[in-house]
């Protein structure tokens, strides 16, 4: 895909690497951070006219080589002071790592600049997977399929949070997109905190268009801070295979690169994070380049200049899908 920005979307953008691979049992993810800047994401960004900055690899606060619960807080609350740094300067902090659990702490600090301008946090998780397990519903106990549920309160986590920590993110502000596999206790827990949910099922009825735009109004009315957190996973792994937990039947290539645009045309995200890379797995930096090429979709890389159309309201969704 070729393409330049308009002028008017250039934005300041904070690249932050976040090396870590403490939330899950697969090593390799660590590496993503230093793949994605090989495969040329700050070039990309930098020829569609925006102001990128690369702030480097966080470090984790306390002992390295902490793992599990114990090592993900240590990141969490050297992540959030960053994440929350870039964004009072009036900057996208864009988050590349790494495994998922690194969305606690961008997240976290996405809600503690959020809370003092009193706007609304929303998280679309673009993601085969809900990772809304907590210890006592996780068959694996990797943390990586945790934060989400952390993140909105859910009891049984130990304190992962600098203090004072935030009030939960609410349920209801989070939208599932693309989701293809769940845990039996996550399925209870999505269910019963009415999470926002759009499987696979749900796209291949209807597309990406028409279920974005309802969480895309959704944001808009509320005047939301839209975070993105795109987990590499989200798409087929014919397309991109560099992830240690394949799920078969995923975002074609296209649909992928229809949200991204989407997204960008919806002038809504204001703090993206990239995970799941595990390069170690990948097939000569392909996956990479994949990851690359979306967000260089997501930030206005196109093929010929449209005009942007409002959001639209759309009907409702089926019964029994937030």
């Known amino acids: ?20 691979e403490v939330g899950t049992s697969e090593p390799g993810a660590l590496m993503g951070p230093a793949a994605l800047r090989t495969a040329g994401l700050v070039r990309a960004l930098a020829e569609l006219g925006h102001a990128i900055t690369d702030r480097g690899d966080v470090a984790p606060d306390g002992p390295a080589g902490a793992r599990g619960l114990d090592g993900v807080a240590a990141w969490t609350r050297a992540l959030c002071r960053v994440v929350e740094a870039v964004l009072d300067e009036g900057a996208l902090p864009l988050t590349a790592g790494g495994d998922h659990s690194l969305s606690l702490g961008s997240v976290d600090g996405v809600m503690r600049h959020c809370a003092r301008r009193g706007q609304p946090v929303f998280v679309l998780w673009l993601d085969a997977h809900a990772d809304f397990n907590t210890p006592a519903t996780s068959p694996s106990g990797n943390v990586h399929g945790m934060p989400l549920a952390a993140l909105c309160g859910e009891p049984g986590f130990p304190p992962l949070f600098a203090e004072p920590a935030p009030a939960p993110l609410p349920p209801a502000h989070v939208h599932l997109f693309g989701l293809r596999s769940i845990d039996a206790g996550e399925r209870a827990l999505v269910t019963a905190r009415r999470v926002g949910v759009t499987d696979m099922r749900t796209i291949d009825e209807f597309g990406v268009v ?70 170690f797995l990948d097939e000569r930096g392909r996956s990479a380049r994949v990851l690359v090429e979306l967000v260089a979709s997501l930030f206005g890389r196109r093929i010929l200049d449209r005009p942007t159309a409002p959001i639209q309201a759309v009907p409702s969704e089926p019964a029994g899908r937030a």
């Open 210 to 279: 028409a279920p974005l735009r309802r969480v895309l109004d959704r944001v808009a009315a509320q005047g939301a801070h839209l975070h993105v957190s795109l987990d590499i996973d989200f798409l087929d792994p014919s397309i991109a295979p560099a992830v240690g937990t394949t799920v078969p039947g995923g975002a074609t290539f296209r649909e992928a690169h229809l949200i991204m645009e989407m997204l960008h045309d919806s002038g809504l995200v204001r703090s993206l994070d990239v995970v799941e890379l595990n390069p």
């Open 1 to 20: 895909m070729s393409g330049e920005a308009q002028p008017d979307a250039a934005r300041s953008i904070a690249l932050i690497g976040a090396p870590i």
